[in-house]
């Protein structure tokens, strides 16, 4: 047989759309041609896998070799064609039996040993494998995935998936030229055993309890909050305990995020069930936030997805840079688009901002040690444009606190309590629309988060004097919605629209 067919993965985005390696042996002068619009790296697989089949001690052909990697118009990249480039060789060259090649995918990269090295987005791979193989109804076997040992147990965490592990082509090889079980690989059986997830305690924070009680209320409903205060009053402290409070994540949602995760560096499954938390330095680019890049990988959006994504002094952030965010703040997604392809990308986060009220920071601080000139403070504040402050539901001031509660031990509810509360709400709201408070749309904000009567009336003298948006009406009710939603009541009263409004504070009122 001078011809071989396998299966692999690329990688456009989030999906994980298949790849037919088709490996053809010819007469004539000996060379390696690999076709199919490769990358440099998949180009610099000829070198790998000459290599790595020389290692192995097997015959590398002396014929013409051309490598198709289909569909011809997907672009390929990365190093985890070798493995089924390789296994084609030798299949196309009879040095292995291909009978059993269909029943498999492969992704591998080859070191010049034969050794494997871990492959880049695997979880998203396999994920995309087993729904194919579910939705192809004539194939009653499901397909196995044979992948690099690194990769395995991150693999593995998608629901019935058939992983095979192994640490190099030698044992791939043998795989398929045993004549009995024991050269065979092993189906991998997951082993690692997942932890419950631990955040920062919020009980350790000091005082603050209005801001402690604003974001008890946006991890209810996963509303975003802009935290404003002079430096050393907890913004950042409350901030990165805040994921510890959110509900805590299903499989589902754990699988997204990890998906996401795996398409940079690879899936830790130590962070199996924890909610991302991304604190990006303030010279981030816009590219850095959003993702981008040739080959479009996901930014801090998306690997902030079901997560937390905190902008600590938000002015200091470029304004094009924090721009970017108003439209997958509005629709949870970001689409990548370049002159030869377009990726999707999921950005369901919970934006925490932090900032101070002036250039010095100092602005409202009780011994009054600012010194800045209003039209500095306009400046300063002037940074974060009036759209971008329109999408963000909460504005909370973080007060400087008395020496004398600095002094004492800190007594703060703990965040298991919190957090108890949070996802009682939580479950409200989905059996209630099946879904978190901050992403209804028009129509169901109308129908879920009708007020009482003196509720419409304190709405509609807020709006009057407070000259809000259409936007700005519906976050209030919103997240009048999440307080009411914790008080464990149906019907939105005047005194949670009177609790939404005051977290809906203008800026410049600071």
């Known amino acids: 047989m001078s011809l071989a067919v396998l299966k692999s993965r690329a990688l456009a985005g989030m999906d994980a759309p298949e790849v037919t390696v088709e490996v053809h042996l010819a007469n004539g002068l000996p060379g390696f041609a690999i076709v199919g619009l490769p990358e440099a790296e998949v180009k610099e697989a000829k070198d790998r896998v000459r290599a790595a089949l020389q290692n ?40 292995i039996p291909g009978d059993e090649l269909g029943q498999y995918e492969f992704a591998g990269e080859l070191s010049l040993s034969g050794e494997l090295r871990p492959i880049r987005g695997a979880l998203a791979m396999t994920f995309a494998m087993c729904k194919a193989s579910l939705a192809n109804v004539k194939n009653t076997k499901p397909v196995a995935f044979i992948l690099p040992s690194t990769n395995a147990e991150e693999a593995a965490l998608v629901p019935d998936a058939q992983i095979y592990p192994a640490d190099s082509l030698l044992e791939v090889a043998a795989h398929f030229a045993a004549n009995n079980t024991e ?73 997204e995020a990890a998906a996401v995760q795996s398409l940079t560096k690879g899936f830790s499954l130590d962070a199996w069930k924890v909610r991302p938390f991304r604190n990006p330095h303030h010279t981030a680019s816009a590219v850095a936030l959003v993702g981008g890049g040739g080959t479009p990988r996901p930014g801090e959006i998306s690997l902030a997805h079901r997560g937390v994504l905190f902008l600590d002094e938000l002015p200091e952030f470029d304004r094009r ?190």
Request: aromatic share 6%; charged share 25%.
């Open 183 to 255: 050269a065979r690989l092993a189906r991998h059986r997951p082993t690692h055993q997942l932890r419950p997830p631990k955040y920062p305690n919020f009980a350790e924070v000091k005082g603050q309890l209005q801001a402690k009680r604003a974001l008890e209320v946006a991890a209810c409903g996963l509303h975003s909050v802009l935290l404003i205060g002079p430096p050393g009053t907890g913004k950042s402290m409350l901030a990165s305990r805040f994921p510890g409070i959110l509900p805590s994540m299903s499989d589902d949602e754990a699988l």
């Open 321 to 510: 840079v924090l721009e970017v965010l108003r439209e997958p703040l509005e629709s949870g997604k970001i689409t990548i688009s370049r002159a030869a392809r377009q990726a999707d990308f999921p950005a369901q986060f919970q934006l925490i901002a932090a900032m101070n009220p002036c250039p010095c920071g100092y602005l409202g601080h009780e011994n009054g040690k600012c010194h800045c000139s209003p039209d500095s403070v306009a400046r300063y504040q002037g940074k974060i444009s009036g759209p971008l402050l329109d999408r963000i539901d909460m504005q909370i001031q973080v007060g400087s606190l008395p020496h004398a509660d600095l002094m004492k031990q800190a007594d703060g509810e703990e965040s298991a309590a919190i957090q108890a509360r949070v996802e009682q709400a939580y479950a409200l709201q989905f059996a209630r629309q099946g879904k978190s408070n901050n992403m209804l749309n028009t129509n169901e904000i109308e129908q879920f988060c009708d007020p009482d009567e003196g509720g419409k009336q304190l709405l509609q003298q807020a709006m009057n004097r407070l000259n809000w948006s259409a936007r700005s009406y519906h976050r209030v009710l919103k997240v009048a919605r999440s307080i009411a939603d914790l008080a464990q009541v149906e019907q939105i009263q005047r005194k949670h629209i009177a609790e939404a409004i005051s977290y809906r504070r203008a800026l410049k009122e600071t």
């Open 56 to 95: 192995a001690r097997f015959e590398f052909p002396n014929r013409r070799i051309t490598v198709n990697l289909a569909p011809a118009d997907l672009p390929k990249e990365s190093g985890r064609f070798d493995l089924p480039i390789a296994l084609g060789i030798l299949a196309a060259s009879e040095q």
